[in-house]
């Protein structure tokens, strides 16, 4: 059962354009929405993340939305950068009580061209 | 420091060596994980270790063997592996606590079986 369905599977934005990366969850334990970037040959590194009792938040060029009762979020780069070519994942955690269990999603592969 | 390392970067094998995998971090977290990732696709986690006890294991095949010797490192024990195991082994490490913590990934050891 796939808990996290992202789209879309590739992306390629002009400089400066805005990138929109979309995530719907079925599993409602989850209570905490993360953003992974991926860059070839690197482990993922978190970018930004949410958590589900605000529908908003923006680190610099980053912006997540969250609709709870859409069970979706979303991820916003605006004036996208040639640097932020890169997968992006996003994920979906459940504790254990004193470690995480990550589900992610499908990925997306994002060009940004000058 | 606020790194998780892992040796070798790359590593070739034949299906009848035993090779090791080895992670290590030193940010006082007290779980570390095991995740397979294949090309263009997301990580997949392998298995699980909080305060130095297994407390999950996806059904992995019993040629990968993890290890925790201590709270800092973690080993991935391979034997006999098959072709298809080719893939980038990633190391993950999160703080105590069961919260929203965030998991913090090594750069991934490339493994290639022949």
């Known amino acids: 059962q796939q808990q996290v369905k992202q789209s879309p599977q590739s992306l390629i934005v002009q400089k400066g354009g805005i990138s929109i990366i979309n995530c719907a969850y079925e599993n409602t334990a989850f209570d905490y929405f993360p953003w992974y970037q991926q860059f070839p040959g690197k482990g993922p590194a978190l970018l930004i993340a949410i958590r589900p009792d605000v529908s908003e938040k923006k680190e610099g060029r980053f912006t997540i939305s969250f609709n709870k009762s859409a069970k979706q979020f979303s991820l916003h780069i605006m004036d996208s950068q040639p640097g932020d070519s890169a997968t992006y994942f996003c994920a979906g955690p459940t504790f254990t009580g004193t470690a995480s269990k990550l589900t992610f999603g499908t990925g997306t592969r994002l060009q940004v061209t000058l | 420091d606020t790194e998780v390392t892992q040796t070798p970067k790359h590593l070739v094998m034949g299906m009848t060596n035993k090779k090791s995998l080895k992670c290590e971090q030193h940010m006082g977290h007290r779980a570390m994980y095991w995740y397979k990732q294949k090309a263009k696709k997301p990580p997949e986690l392998m298995f699980v270790y909080s305060y130095e006890k297994l407390s999950i294991n996806e059904s992995v095949p019993s040629r990968f063997s993890p290890e925790c010797p201590n709270s800092s490192l973690l080993n991935l024990h391979l034997h006999a592996l098959q072709p298809e195991d080719s893939a980038l082994y990633l190391c993950?490490?999160?703080?105590?606590?069961?919260?929203?913590?965030?998991?913090?990934f090594g750069p991934g050891t490339r493994l290639l079986v022949l």
């Open positions: 993950a490490s999160s703080p105590p606590g069961g919260g929203q913590e965030t998991q913090y």
